[in-house]
Every structure is written in C-alpha cells, then in structure tokens.
C-alpha cells in the first residue's frame, strides 16, 4: 500500500504500525487532568498488546487510574541530524491493574519502574484510538500540491 500523507507532508502512521513504534521505545508522556488542569508526565512503560503499562506511587496519576479518567499518551523519536522521526499518540481510559493481574504481568513483563516508588501499583492506558505522524526523508516526502 502507497504511504498516505497529510495536508503538512507527514506520513500517516496505520494503527499496527503505530503499536509498533509504541513498543519501541521505553519512555512517553502521560497527558491527564489534575486539578481542572492539563497535567504531563514522563513514565517508563511497557506495551503489552494493546495496552499501555506502567508503574505508578500514591499521588496524582494513581488517583487518575482510580477514577478511570481518559488520558492521551505520546510517545516519539527523532533524529536531529537527518531531520526525521516520528509521533504517536494513543487515546483511552486510565485503570489501576488489578493485584492479581499485577502479579501475572511482573512474572511475564519486565514491569519496573526507574524511580524508587513505595508502594507501586501497575496502572494501564486501555489503547481506544491511536494516530501517529512520520517526517521522513526529503525524497520520500511528496511535492508541495501534489
């Protein structure tokens, strides 16, 4: 299938593909609400299928998860030197990972958190809807009007 640009001359990243940019690299940015207000974190993540996983203390984002609130998570990659890269961003509810599931997915995933976290509980971003954007090579790129 033909790469699909957009009206900026960024090609339009497929769901699949999108997931699997997701799953490789291991920090993005949590967008939630705190307090009526816009809040973004840095997690280190892990994707398990479609789903979002990371690792969360007391405080403001576990409260998010409590709540089931929907968040945007963005993830992305750039190389400064050839002017390329990409960015996603999925769209979905926010959960606290049951105990039990919790326990079932630190035996099979390597679920940890790079901060010294008390009391750590697996919180989720359930994958609803994902768009992501690729600036590639000036070649690859289509003219402008075309």
């Known amino acids: 299938m033909a790469p699909r640009f957009d009206h900026s001359r960024l090609e339009i990243v497929n769901r699949s593909e999108c ?37 969360s203390g007391r405080g403001d984002k576990l409260r998010a998860a409590e709540r089931g609130d929907v968040v945007a998570f963005e993830a992305d990659e750039v190389d400064l030197d050839r002017h390329v890269g990409w960015t996603v961003t999925a769209i ?18 390597p679920v940890r958190s790079w901060l010294p976290i008390e009391d750590a509980r697996l919180v989720r971003v359930g994958v609803e809807s994902v768009h992501g954007r690729r600036l590639v090579p000036w070649g690859k790129r289509p003219r402008e009007g075309a």
């Open 19 to 55: 997931l699997r940019l997701l799953g490789s690299v291991p920090i993005g940015r949590l967008v939630y609400t705190n307090g009526g207000l816009p809040a973004v974190r840095l997690v280190n993540f892990l994707l398990d299928g479609d789903t979002i996983v990371f690792s």
């Open 92 to 109: 979905g509810h926010l959960s606290v990972v049951t105990d039990e599931e919790a326990a079932e997915l630190r035996r099979t995933l």
